[in-house]
């Protein structure tokens, strides 16, 4: 049974940073896709980040507009673990930010991690 385990979540100031983690169980993920989601509360879930697999050990990486240039996304552990480096945190960050994995076959992220809460304060 797939499982994903998120951890790094916390309280935060403006302009500063945290890393997220979440790590994968229950199969094979090298070539699975591999991301981010957020949602802030009365608002929708939204994507983040996300890994795609290219060769080998090396991953695409696709960014929301609203983050690009402040988090960076990364892979390790065989793919089984992905990161979120999140710098520069703006109030607006201010969610419950979701792992999310699925077969790149499918191109969707079919399961999903418990959620990490994060808040940056102004």
């Known amino acids: 049974q797939v499982q994903l385990v998120e951890s790094g979540g916390g309280l935060v100031q403006t302009g500063g940073s945290l890393r997220l983690s979440c790590a994968a169980s229950?199969?094979?993920?090298?070539?699975?896709?591999m991301g981010w989601f957020r949602q802030a509360p009365g608002k929708e879930r939204e994507f983040v980040a996300g890994t795609r697999w290219m060769t080998g050990t090396t991953y695409g990486a696709d960014y929301a507009d609203s983050v690009k240039g402040r988090f960076t996304i990364s892979r390790a552990n065989a793919g089984n673990t992905v990161y979120l480096q999140m710098n520069t945190l703006k109030p607006e960050d201010t969610a419950v930010y979701y792992c999310?994995?699925?077969?790149?076959?499918?191109?969707?992220?079919?399961?999903w991690g418990q959620g990490t809460q994060v808040t940056v304060s102004s």
């Open positions: 999310a994995a699925g077969e790149s076959s499918k191109a969707a992220y079919d399961y």
């Open positions: 229950g199969g094979t993920f090298t070539r699975y896709l």
